[in-house]
């Protein structure tokens, strides 16, 4: 098997940061030796990198400082490696892997961007620059691929998509939990929408609020649940109760007990303005969860519209209320069997095991090329 040099922005609550972590794993439980890098000190998931024996280094950067001097730090940590493949993931990390190999010799570099936008145009401007230095990019859903292509950031014959993936296993229906969860948040005899993802205008969380200040006219007992935090939160917290709404909306912050709180509800919702392929979409479908999201990036590739959700455009408050009110006038049986769906849908295309068995055989594909 073949030495895997993982390298992220960083290791924090996010969708990203979750999926180079599950791939890991997979790889290390499949016979791989796998090294974990991130370019900023790890918060999170230090413990499970730890339990399954996988050496997680960090390059001591601090967000929004340039650091030349990190480039050397990797270039000495991949010495030491020696892996025969380096996969970056996020832009930060793809920009500075492909810099680190002007100086230190990796015989594979893929860089994997998650998202339909990663910022400025400078960044797609700086990915087609560097291009050179690297075999191959991916993107986590065709439409970003496409669009990846179309806007010069990467020549098409050299990127792929490969989608992101879901524990199956660790995110279903789990009647116990979802009683117990609702118990203690006092929820018995709502309806509970959840909504996921860091306080950042990419989610517009003043649309979702705007949509389900509409929705709570018509729904005494519709309520909110937002795990996630970020920049935007104290705006959040006061369009909130400005909307009237300060006993109908919780904002939980950063939750490291996803399955429990995608139990208790009883659907999801999305208002993001952009999105790669959402890894929380992948684990409310996997939770057996209608879903009403917005048709940006891969939404579209896990939402199918009609029968496992709806989706809506982006910025469309009304439309976006409408969808929420349209599922929470369905029987519990049609729900359910949307759920049931949408489940079906992600064990099918999106599973962690078949997820990861694409990479390993990607992985071999461009080594077997160099060789």
Known sequence: MYKVFLLITSLEYGGAQTELVNLATQLKGSGWQVEVCTLLKPEVHMQRLAQAEIPLHDLAMQRGLANPIAIFRLVELIRRSQPQ??????????????????????????STAQNMK????????????????????????????????????????????????????????????????????????????IAVGRLTRQKNYPNLLHAFAAVAQNNPNACLLIAGGGELEAQIMELIESLGLGDRVRLLG?????????????????????EGMPLVLLEAAASGLPIVATDVGGNGEVVIDGENGWLVPPGDTEALAV?????????????????????????????????????????????????
């Open 323 to 371: 969808a929420m009110q349209k599922n929470m006038q369905l029987p519990d049986a049609a729900r359910s069997q949307m759920g049931a769906i949408g489940r079906q849908h992600v064990l099918e295309n999106f599973s962690l095991p078949a997820v990861a068995k694409r990479w390993q055989a990607l992985y071999q594909e461009l080594y077997a090329r160099l060789a």
């Open 85 to 110: 493949i380096l996969h970056s993931h996020m832009v930060h990390a793809n920009l500075l892997a492909r810099l680190t190999r002007l100086f230190v010799k990796v015989p594979l570099l893929i």
């Open 118 to 193: 990663e910022g400025s145009r400078w960044r797609e401007i700086a990915y087609r620059l560097s291009d050179p230095l690297c075999d191959l990019t991916t993107n986590v859903s065709q439409v970003a691929v496409d669009r990846y292509v179309e806007v010069g950031a990467v020549p098409a014959h050299k990127v792929r998509y490969l989608p992101n993936s879901v524990n199956v296993e660790r995110f279903n229906a789990q009647p116990e939990a979802r009683q117990k969860l609702r118990t203690e948040l006092s929820l018995e005899g709502m309806f509970v929408w």
């Open 254 to 274: 950063n939750c490291s007990d996803m399955p429990d709180l995608f139990n208790a509800a009883d659907a999801m919702v999305m208002a993001s303005d952009w």
